[in-house]
């Protein structure tokens, strides 16, 4: 063990001393001012790494789970770019090795033993082959991380950046829930989503027919294939090409530039018909078909690889599988072991609530209130119709300037104005080019050099109409972009609250020791996260704890509410389902709410 100021280095094999854990390769470092607020208070220390994705999975593997962290890499790359950091000697210095991509999962063990004991294990047998040698794994860690000193350095580095930003109690609690949300997503990898491959099949079959040889179509695309092109007098047609589909379009006199369903679905023609429902069936056949869960499933589970904060804004990615694209069809597919139950929620009308919060209009929360909020703002009188208070809200959030979208707004700006404004002052922001930021702090890229060289163009004496038009047009769309980026980023800090708060409420409940199941080490007989998309989670549980985990769920949802705004009378209630099967719990959900509000 070596200590350096306020950092412990722990390097150690099972059975060593360490607090309150096996002790592993790894940084500690005491907790930061308010980062229990979201982890909970009963630990004194939480655990640093180079790289969530790099560490965690091996300690999953030996069936250890780390209750708390600090990814130094996705905390750097919040630090680097955040407006409240803007003058630190983090966000000026020159790029380091935490600016370098991090590895994917797949490469992170591609690339390292098994497990982190094993590695631990070799390394360690290495440096007593090697009189002098320095700690195991202190010297580089783990292959493809930055070494042990840049760690300590760029952990000196955040904590300076932080406590010199101008909103540093907002930034801690961002970063642990970042680094939360990625301890979580690595969880559900490990854990995986119960699939049953037999169902999956199922599906396929009904919809495509029997199981083509590779490089084939499925029976039910090569019969639409065949009547496509024999509405369209083209025997040699290729469906899956685009240019040959859109030269036999224009060729019998339909005016297409695109085959996108918008556009097909406006046409009159017996082709049509067949063409469209080809392309859904090739969709189904190239995103999810046989190759799919060949590739994807394994053991009755599907691992879904997620990339926490993949988008600027924060909302997740995905690296592989299409976590975030299962389509309605398969959730028949995704099922619990026996003697287990999906508990699946879905947070209602969550940017709008996220809006109200921010702005504190009270009034856009109080049409939220125990309600569906587009509802309650057809009973305020705004609009009358909840289709027209749904287009007009989404038309704030997004900039929609035409349609139904463009007659409801003005009456939107009268009814919340504060709400509005923020969403206004944003666009505002956007189009002059500047930078936004999200009520944590995690702000918006500048425009790119084309945008700027696109705004001088413009300003130029003799720039011509169509520079001009240009300019004005890349400047609304700038403007589009930071309006709902404040939303959705702030959005994205709620469920990872959510996440990180539902996280501890799950660990906190147990085991149920006669559970059975096929769940991997260290969540077996415990309700644990499989699944994440933005506003919706869905949790695998023993039959005899659904109740206990649906209302853990919902009071997780509150406290990330409070967590960021306080006592702002701002609701973030639930649909929340418990089924066997990811579909019966989506159709039996019901609305729940904290019910201590």
């Not at 412990?8 to 059975?15: F, H, L, T, W």
């Not at 080809?278 to 394994?298: C, F, I, M, P, Q």
């Not at 929360?365 to 703002?377: E, F, M, V, W």
Request: net charge negative; glycine share 10%.
């Amino acid at each position: 063990m070596r200590q350096a100021r306020d950092v412990i280095v722990v390097v150690a094999r099972p059975g060593a001393q360490a607090p309150d854990r096996r002790a592993v390769a790894a940084v500690v470092a005491p907790d930061a001012p308010g980062g229990d607020a979201v982890l909970g208070t009963e630990r004194a220390v939480r655990w640093a790494w180079a790289d969530t994705n790099a560490w965690y999975p091996r300690l999953l593997a030996d069936g250890v789970r780390v209750e708390r962290c600090l990814d130094l890499r996705l905390t750097h790359r919040l630090l680097r770019s955040s407006a409240t950091t803007s003058s630190s000697l983090l966000a000026t210095a020159a790029s380091g090795p935490f600016d370098e991509p991090a590895a994917a999962p797949d490469e992170a063990t591609t690339h390292a033993p098994t497990t982190l004991f094993d590695a631990v294990d070799d390394v360690a047998d290495d440096a007593a082959a090697t009189p002098g040698s320095p700690a195991p794994i202190g010297a580089s860690g783990l292959a493809g991380t930055p070494d042990l000193d840049a760690c300590l350095a760029e952990l000196d580095a955040q904590d300076g950046a932080v406590r010199g930003s101008t909103a540093p109690g907002r930034l801690r609690l961002l970063v642990a829930g970042e680094s939360a949300g990625a301890l979580a997503a690595a969880e559900m990898r490990h854990a995986g989503l119960p699939w049953d491959a037999h169902v999956h099949d199922e599906v396929l079959r009904a919809h495509l027919g029997a199981r083509p040889a590779r490089g084939t179509r499925p029976p039910e695309m090569e019969r639409l294939a065949a009547r496509i092109r024999a509405e369209l007098d083209a025997p040699s047609l290729n469906p899956d090409s685009l240019p040959d589909v859109l030269r036999a379009l224009r060729r019998v006199g339909l005016p297409v530039s695109s085959t996108r369903k918008w556009e097909l679905a406006n046409l009159d023609h017996p082709a049509i018909a067949p063409l469209l429902e080809y392309k859904t069936l090739s969709r189904l056949h190239s995103a999810n078909g046989w190759a799919w869960l060949d590739e994807w499933v394994r053991d009755g589970r599907f691992r879904p690889e997620y990339v926490v904060g993949g988008v600027v804004t924060g909302r997740w990615g995905s690296s592989g599988g299409g976590a975030l694209q299962i389509p309605r069809l398969l959730r028949t597919a995704v099922r619990a072991d026996p003697g287990w139950r999906l508990v699946v929620a879905d947070a209602a009308q969550l940017e709008p609530r996220v809006l109200a919060g921010m702005a504190h209009d009270e009034r856009m929360a109080a049409a939220g209130a125990g309600r569906d909020l587009y509802a309650g703002i057809v009973e305020a009188g705004v609009v009358p119709e909840r289709a027209l208070a749904k287009v007009g809200m989404l038309g704030a959030l997004y900039g929609g300037t035409t349609g139904a979208s463009a007659s409801v707004l003005p009456r939107l700006l009268q009814a919340f104005p504060r709400a509005t404004g923020l969403v206004e002052e944003a666009a505002r922001a956007g189009e002059r080019g500047e930078v936004v930021t999200t009520l944590l702090g995690r702000s918006s890229p500048p425009p790119d050099a084309s945008w700027l060289q696109a705004q001088a163009a413009a300003l130029d004496p003799d720039a011509t109409d169509g520079a001009q038009s240009q300019a004005r047009a890349r400047t609304r769309a700038w403007g589009r972009f930071t309006r709902n980026f404040v939303v959705q980023g702030t959005a994205a800090e709620w469920a990872l609250c959510w996440i990180a708060e539902l996280r501890r409420r799950l660990w906190a409940m147990g085991a149920e020791q006669d559970a059975p199941g096929a769940v991997r080490a260290p969540f077996v007989g415990r309700p644990h996260l499989v699944y994440f998309l933005h506003d919706e989670l869905v949790v695998h549980c023993p039959a005899g704890l659904a109740d206990d985990v649906a209302d853990a769920v919902v009071d997780a949802a509150a406290s990330a509410g409070r967590l960021l705004f306080g006592g702002f009378p701002v609701e973030f209630p639930l649909s929340v389902g418990v089924a066997q099967a990811y579909d019966q719990a989506k159709d039996a959900a019901a609305l729940r709410r904290d019910p201590r509000r």
